[in-house]
């Protein structure tokens, strides 16, 4: 019965999900017995397989016992040598390897894969839209932005989704760029009469990757050329993925026809990792690279007020170096003291400071200018919410926190956090936005 008991589960799943999730977790699945009352299922990475098992197990159980009573477990194993099919049209394959299509896959960090990477509720939803957009390029979240923070792994993810697609179909071209690297090919082709060249090489990718695309705001030639390129790429159904530290509507310059444009696909955040997630990065990496890290050690690490995983894979190393030129092995002791000027508990109490400096590196302003009057839009909403988190996170009264915005009189203060607090209830982007800055105040 196997073999058709799967068909069957398979088509009941077909049903009760939607067609992109159970494109991307269900169909892939190989399944490989029935021992006992257990299916046993294979996938092809562990990233799949904690996914499925997170997500999709208990489902698929349930089901599973509607077709046969006994069932009582799922056993899903990983299996490297399976690989998903990219449905690729004939012709343009033809075509392709007819132009003499080399593999050119440019740039992509091999290290950085979906199997290294850890996912936990801060990034499940960006980690899952970027599978998703792997195993199905170009047909269902087009383009897709991801945003987050500085070190919380977009470079590492959007690499991830062309490791996967090359992985799975070697004649995908998949190009990476960074901003930097777009913007410098661009100047270089207009100095050297190369536009032609420049512009048929971005039509002939496949699967393009831009990284960080918030710095090409601002700049106005390279906009305009990405603005083409975005277009001929998307007309002809090729796949974008774009990175940035900022949801597209508060990257300052950016062009109102890109940014509309970022919008038409998914947009998926990052946002800081809470402690468990910390933990197991902080546990996968140690094993990674041959450090031994003490439970104790790996939570130490994880309350602290780090949130840039670059940042804590750094501090880790510094205590691995140290381990091993001293011959000691790790303690919380020795943590305490080789990261004694950064670690700040995070029990200590937030200041009206901490809160200033954490609102203007959201938005991307000046401390000066958030204590300001000056009453442009780019700064009056920053300076409201800066004033409402300075009330709710701090014991601080309104005349205090207006004396640390350039002496403003406690109704100042008052009106800017009544504004926030009754905006907030239907403007789902400010609650979103006020949620992520106090997730960098509040790390745990
Ligand atoms: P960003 O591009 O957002 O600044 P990166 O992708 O460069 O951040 O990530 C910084 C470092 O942290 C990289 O070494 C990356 O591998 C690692 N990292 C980030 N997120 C994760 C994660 N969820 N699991 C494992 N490693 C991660
Ligand atoms: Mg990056």
């Avoid at 006992?36 to 294979?42: D, E, F, K, L």
């Avoid at 007819?98 to 290290?111: A, G, H, Q, R, S």
């Avoid at 009544?418 to 800055?437: A, H, M, P, Q, V």
């Amino acid at each position: 019965m196997s073999e058709n008991f799967w068909q069957d589960l398979k088509k009941i799943l077909q049903k009760k999900l939607n067609k992109q999730h159970y494109s991307t977790w269900i169909e892939p699945i190989k399944f490989d017995e029935i021992e006992g009352n257990t299916i046993n299922i294979s996938v092809s990475n562990k990233f799949i397989k904690d996914w499925i098992e997170k997500n999709y197990k208990d489902l698929i159980l349930i089901e599973a016992k509607k077709i046969s009573r006994d069932i009582d477990g799922i056993n899903i194993k990983t299996d490297k040598t399976i690989k998903k099919t990219f449905k690729k049209d004939k012709e343009e394959v033809k075509k392709e390897e007819n132009n003499n299509f080399k593999n050119t896959n440019l740039n992509i960090n091999p290290e950085y894969t979906f199997s290294k990477f850890i996912s936990g509720s801060s990034n499940q939803f960006a980690a899952a839209a970027a599978m998703a957009v792997a195993n199905n390029p170009a047909t269902i979240y087009n383009p897709l932005f991801i945003y987050g923070g500085v070190g919380l792994g977009k470079t590492h993810l959007i690499n991830a989704i062309g490791n996967e697609i090359i992985k799975n179909n070697k004649k995908i071209k998949v190009s990476y760029y960074s901003s930097e690297k777009f913007t410098n090919e661009l100047i270089n082709s207009i100095r050297y009469g190369k536009m032609d060249e420049f512009r048929n090489k971005f039509r002939s990718i496949d699967v393009l990757l831009i990284d960080d695309v918030q710095f090409i705001a601002g700049k106005e030639r390279t906009q305009e050329e990405f603005f083409h390129t975005f277009n001929s790429l998307y007309e002809s159904h090729k796949q974008i993925v774009v990175t940035s530290d900022k949801f597209p509507k508060e990257i300052p310059g950016l062009e109102e026809r890109l940014r509309s444009r970022f919008e038409w696909g998914l947009i998926a955040d990052i946002q800081p990792p809470d402690i468990e997630t910390k933990q197991a990065i902080l546990e996968a990496k140690a094993e990674q690279n041959n450090i031994i890290l003490p439970q104790e050690v790996a939570l130490f690490l994880s309350n602290s007020v780090i949130s840039n995983i670059r940042e804590l894979e750094g501090y880790l190393v510094r205590i691995g170096a140290y381990s091993s030129l001293t011959s000691t092995p790790i303690s919380i002791e020795m943590a305490k003291n080789i990261l004694k000027d950064i670690i700040i508990e995070s029990n200590k109490e937030l200041t009206i400071e901490d809160i200033q400096k954490k609102v203007s590196n959201h938005f991307n302003i000046k401390i000066s200018e958030i204590k300001s009057s000056k009453r442009v839009k780019n700064l009056v909403i920053p300076r409201q919410i800066a004033m409402y988190l300075c009330r709710q996170l701090t014991s601080c009264s309104y005349p205090e926190i207006g004396d640390h915005f350039g002496g403003k009189d406690h109704s100042t203060v008052i009106h800017a956090i009544k504004k926030i607090e009754k905006n907030i209830e239907n403007d789902s982007y400010l609650r979103s936005t006020i949620k992520t800055i106090k997730n960098t105040l509040l790390p745990s």
